[in-house]
């Protein structure tokens, strides 16, 4: 098979980059995206603006899949959020044959087995770029980096070739791996500090030059090596290139290029997107909540975790949006259950 259409369900900041990207590549495309979204690239086109160019796109774009007409060639870029894969894998399978190939553009470790249970070719993608979507029919890319793509569970082929071409020539560098699964074990640690930004209300700039943040950022991610350490799984391949925490401190090496960043360039994680739209749910549960289950299951304390999802609960509960838990107060909290445990 060769790849002829790029569909791109639930394309929001992430997907419609993605989608917009490969679109002016030449690549054809379908957005499927919320309706407000799609009249706004109906109406002006996509506006996608990267650091160091703006320009609009006439991407095709639709919020229902029951208008689009299946064919051999297509493929799908799954990209909804982890709480929403299986009603999207459903509504997949509905239409679109069990042999179409699905690429999970997704956080998380848990979208794969989901959709493997409605389709035969599931490829899951890791995506280290930082995009934002400030209003319906525009998206912002503030920080770039790579992407890797493998076969589910494991492995590499045609499809992986094809898409990871695609995706580079699309100006995402892309990479074939073959143990994906591992890799987006190693990125699940590094968006556990997802959940501290949005509480916080940070931008990850501001949290790779704030030496606190820093700090924080890193006890987090170590209490969630110390668990998948004591589960046996392995984040990061023998290169290397992969190991999330490399990223982070790659990141804090640049600090004071990020001590000034703009308000149009700062990235903030999809939970802070969610908190401050007052959305009703978040991926907490998929991604800290991964690392306090592993952590009760192989009896590994995960108290700064367990804080964290606390604080998105309790910040969706009172829908008063991101900032709720200046690190002061999270720390103490933190400090509560370390006590109690």
Not at 82 to 98: D, N
Not at 238 to 253: L, M, N, P, S
Not at 258 to 269: A, I, K, L, M, V
């Amino acid at each position: 098979m060769t790849i002829e259409r790029y569909i791109v369900y639930g394309a929001g900041a992430v997907g419609s980059v993605v989608g917009g990207l490969l679109y002016r590549a030449g690549r054809k495309v379908c957005l499927m995206a919320r309706p407000s979204h799609v009249s706004a690239i109906a109406d002006r086109g996509l506006r996608l603006e990267t650091p160091t160019e703006v320009f609009t796109l006439d991407v095709p774009a639709e919020s229902s899949v029951t208008r689009l007409k299946p064919s051999p060639g297509d493929a799908i870029l799954l990209s909804v959020k982890a709480t929403q894969t299986a009603a999207a894998a459903a509504e997949l399978a509905a239409h679109f044959p069990a042999d179409t190939p699905v690429f999970c553009l997704q956080n998380g470790v848990a979208n794969e087995p989901v959709v493997a249970t409605s389709f035969a070719n599931v490829y899951p993608v890791l995506v280290l770029f930082n995009a934002v979507l400030p209003e319906p029919g525009r998206v912002i890319l503030t920080i770039t980096d790579f992407l890797a793509v493998g076969r589910f569970p494991a492995g590499t082929d045609a499809l992986t070739a094809q898409v990871a071409a695609d995706l580079t020539v699309a100006g995402l560098p892309t990479r074939e791996h073959p143990d994906a699964m591992a890799v987006k074990w190693g990125k699940l640690i590094g968006n556990l500090n997802n959940a501290l930004l949005a509480v916080t209300d940070c931008y990850w700039q501001k949290a790779f030059a704030d030496p606190a943040m820093l700090a924080m950022m890193r006890a987090i991610m170590d209490e969630g090596l110390r668990v998948l350490a004591a589960a046996g799984i392995s984040p990061a391949d023998v290169t290397g290139r992969f190991d999330i925490r490399a990223q982070v401190e790659a990141f804090a090496a640049r600090r004071l290029e990020f001590s000034d960043t703009p308000p149009e360039q700062r990235g903030y994680p999809s939970m802070w997107q969610d908190l401050h739209f007052r959305r009703p749910e978040t991926e907490v549960d998929y991604l800290n909540g991964e690392i306090v289950r592993l952590g009760q299951q192989y009896g590994v304390p995960t108290p700064i975790n367990r804080a964290l999802m606390a604080a998105v609960a309790e910040s969706i509960q009172t829908r008063q949006g991101v900032g709720q838990f200046p690190l002061e107060r999270l720390q103490a909290r933190i400090a509560q259950g370390e006590t109690a445990s």
